[in-house]
């Protein structure tokens, strides 16, 4: 972009109702050529490109401020269109250079510019067919292929192009190795990336092809993962459809895209709940596996328990009360101080005390006492319950133990964890019965 | 596939029940395993700040209706008209518009905390300063906060008029079916009036747009006045939060708002505050909230926090609030 452009410069720009852009000043015509658009074609800058479609939907005027990227740097806008007739009018001014991440869409242009390290590239569309072809490949997919099917043009008696072609029908990032053309007898590494609009709907591919070094690939195989598997490899991938699945329910349960049967709307929302609580469990599953690693450690806060007490037993106030139950706090004037993370105890008390109000009958107590003896601090739970099986007692903390039951909603990782983290801080979680019965989960922790 | 047949679902109704009773079985399990093992630290509501959604949600619905309506239909109570009716269809717990009206529950809380410890007047602050800027950007946009600042103080200004235009969209058009459906007849002239009001509802003039625009165009001597917050003001200080963060005007004001004072220091630390500038708003935001642990924590981590850690945690926080406030083909143009 012109460096004479300043915080005062204005240009203008008009965008048809089908996104195409019709008249710009040179500024924003700069914008859209380096965004890959040519004059009068679908205006190429995404961020400007959702406001101009923003204002033909709702037809009514928009002030936001925007990040683009140009090819020397990323620019912050101020932008306000207004819709005049059938045309949305950008004003754009405040033309301020920052140094910040670059938006997404230069970091997709980036690569799709970057054709050094890589021994070409295949354009696929929605409909999985070739848009184009550049670098080494395509010295042997001729212009003829254009517009073939992934299908015609993968040799899928060969190799593995049809895992390749399996994860595109199910629109998701693909890194396959030993992949085949039809008609030549080179190997490649496919990195298939999706593609989508500025509004996130699917416009394809790009596949990036690099030599197949199977050896190479054998060695990488045989090395054994620093990094977490579950917490920084899988969750990111397990989190994309999820979201999906989560905005599509949504989507249905609210009835915002037209009137559905109540019940269809109740089993969206169940699905969408279902889906969020999924993406949860997902990063609990990531956090289970970091307290497992050797090197988990924790914070030595200096916490105060009576505190914690009366914290958790806010938390799950409505909760208690939907099962009638009372929790007992320790009263205010008791302080009992230990050093321990106060997430971790936190955490912990809330597994406990949650326990003791799904298994205790309703219209009981839950009571947290706190204590102190010698150089350990104690916090109890104890409820008014069954109790636990003296053959139990040790069983309930290892992990997936569910004593048999089935249906309430337990996974039996709460109280493994609890221990672990309990153990992690210098301290202990134990049970007991008390001499009415219920049960009495003590959590010692130290105070220095 | 060995399943028995009868198992198979045999219409789209029974397809989705199965999919519901799996999905509930499988949210069984997630609600165990992160109630228990990872509290969230929700903020429980308050009796005041569930009856202060109440009103501002009835106020909002009374404004657009007092803009469409000639004379009010009579419905026997004092709730606006079409109240009855978008409760019942579930509009009115939309997510998006309980976050509008819980962050407008922030922002006047906050206001308040910024008066009460202020010895600053209206005019020593920063938009009252840049109305005799020379540049007529500036002192125009710094016009459009004073006089929405003064209109809400004064209650006189239609809360609804500071909705997005994307949420004003679809509320407006939920109240003209609304009071369609009470009338029983299409009334020409609320959808003639809907689209006036449509047409005529200028996002620039609201205080969070315009103070981002003041943000924007600041010249770079008063950029550091722009993140204190007794001399900014509470909608410059938090458009300026915003515009470094790449958050949300309105998530800024209810992360400040929230219960603990660790997502206010990141986003602090992420504007490149100093230890002692950060401990000046935090304590002037939290005040007596403020716990020891809290402290202990600002002291032991502030000064070592990476921003780029910080930044990517803040992206995570935009991307989440996207998802979960995003409204079907709406809202999807990107603005902070």
């Not at chain 1, 204005?10 to 015509?29: F, K, N, Y």
């Not at chain 1, 899988?234 to 037209?258: F, Y």
């Not at chain 2, 007047?121 to 003064?150: K, N, R, W, Y």
């Not at chain 2, 083909?329 to 990107?334: E, G, K, L, T």
Request: charged share 25%; proline share 4%; aromatic share 6%.
């Amino acid at each position: 972009v012109n460096s004479s452009l300043n915080l005062t410069s204005q240009a203008t720009a008009d965008v048809s109702s089908d996104g195409r852009l019709l008249r710009a000043d040179e500024a924003i015509m700069r914008l859209h050529q380096q965004a890959g658009g040519v004059e009068g074609g679908i205006f190429a800058v995404p961020s400007l490109a959702a406001i101009a479609r923003s204002t033909h939907q709702i037809k009514m005027r928009l002030a936001r401020a925007v990040r683009v990227a140009s090819d020397n740097n990323n620019i912050e806008l101020w932008v306000e269109s207004e819709l005049l007739g059938d045309i949305a009018t950008l004003s754009v001014s405040g033309w301020r250079a920052v140094d910040a991440n670059p938006p997404q869409d230069k970091i997709d242009r980036d690569k799709q510019n970057d054709k050094g390290n890589n021994d070409g590239e295949l354009l696929f569309d929605r409909n999985f067919r070739l848009v184009s072809a550049a670098g080494d490949v395509a010295n042997f997919i001729d212009t003829k292929s254009i517009g073939a099917p992934a299908g015609d043009i993968f040799d899928t008696d060969r190799g593995n192009a049809n895992i390749l072609l399996s994860f595109m029908e199910k629109q998701e990032l693909a890194r396959v190795d030993g992949v085949f053309f039809k008609g030549h007898n080179t190997a490649y590494t496919i990195l298939a990336d999706v593609k989508s609009n500025a509004e996130g709907v699917f416009t394809g591919y790009l596949c990036e092809l690099h030599s197949y070094d199977a050896s190479a690939t054998q060695d990488q195989n045989n090395l054994v993962s620093p990094e977490p598997l579950f917490g920084q490899q899988l969750a990111p991938v397990l989190r994309q459809p999820l979201g999906r699945i989560i905005a599509n329910a949504e989507t249905i349960g609210s009835k915002l895209q037209g009137p559905i049967r109540d019940s269809y709307a109740t089993y969206a929302k169940d699905i969408a709940n279902a889906a969020r609580h999924l993406v949860a469990l997902v990063d609990d599953l990531g956090d289970l596996e970091a307290i497992e690693r050797p090197d988990f450690s924790t914070a030595k806060d200096n916490i105060e328990l009576g505190d914690l007490s009366r914290r958790v037993a806010g938390l799950l106030a409505l909760k208690a009360a939907d099962h009638r139950i009372t929790i007992l706090i320790p009263p205010e004037e008791l302080i009992v101080s230990a050093k321990a993370e106060f997430r971790r105890v936190l955490q912990i008390l809330i597994n406990l005390v949650t326990n003791a109000i799904r298994y205790s009958p309703v219209g009981t107590e839950v009571s947290i006492s706190i204590d102190t003896k010698g150089e350990l601090a104690k916090i109890a739970v104890s409820d008014e319950g069954a109790g636990i099986d003296p053959d139990n007692q040790q069983k309930i903390f290892e992990k997936f133990e569910r004593l048999g039951r089935s249906g309430d909603g337990g996974s039996g990782l709460g109280l493994y964890i609890s221990r672990r983290l309990a153990r992690a801080m210098g301290g202990e979680l134990e049970v007991a019965n008390s001499k009415q019965g219920g049960a009495i989960f003590t959590l010692t922790l130290p105070t220095k | 596939m060995d399943r028995d047949l009868e198992d198979l679902p045999s219409t789209n109704e029974s397809l989705l029940a199965v999919a519901a009773r799996y999905a509930r079985d499988a949210q069984a399990q997630c609600v165990d395993v992160s109630e228990f093992a990872f509290p969230s630290g929700l903020r429980m509501p308050s009796e005041e700040m569930i009856s202060s959604v109440a009103t501002k949600l009835r106020a909002i619905i009374q404004g657009i209706e007092k803009a469409l309506l000639e004379v009010p239909l009579d419905t026997g109570n004092s709730d606006p008209n079409s109240w009855a009716l978008l409760t019942k269809s579930g509009f009115l717990k939309e997510p998006a518009l309980i976050d509008f009206v819980l962050a407008r529950y922030a922002e006047e809380r906050l206001a308040v905390r910024i008066l009460a410890k202020s010895e600053r007047s209206v005019t020593e602050q920063l938009p009252a300063m840049m109305l005799s800027h020379g540049e007529a950007t500036l002192a125009d946009t710094a016009q459009a906060i004073l006089a929405s600042e003064s209109l809400s103080r004064h209650s006189t200004k239609s809360l609804y008029r500071e909705l997005s235009p994307e949420l004003l969209h679809l509320l407006v058009w939920r109240v003209v079916a609304a009071l369609q459906i009470i009338s029983g007849v299409k009334n020409p002239h609320h959808i003639s009036e809907a689209k006036k009001l449509l047409a005529e509802h200028d996002e620039s003039q609201s205080a969070r747009v315009a103070a981002r625009k003041l943000v924007h165009f600041l010249p770079e001597e008063y950029l550091s006045d722009a993140t204190d917050p007794e001399k900014a003001g509470l909608p410059v200080f938090v458009a300026s939060m915003a515009a470094q963060t790449g958050l949300e005007y309105d998530h800024i004001l209810r992360l400040i708002d929230g219960h603990s004072s660790t997502p206010l220091a990141a986003i602090l630390k992420i504007c490149s505050l100093s230890h002692d500038q950060a401990m000046a708003v935090i304590c002037l935001f939290k005040g007596f909230d403020l716990t020891p642990y809290e402290v202990n924590i600002f002291e032991e981590n502030y000064d070592s926090l990476e921003i780029e850690q910080l930044e990517a945690e803040a992206r995570s926080w935009a991307d989440e609030r996207i998802k979960f406030l995003t409204f079907p083909d709406m809202n999807r143009a990107v603005n902070t």
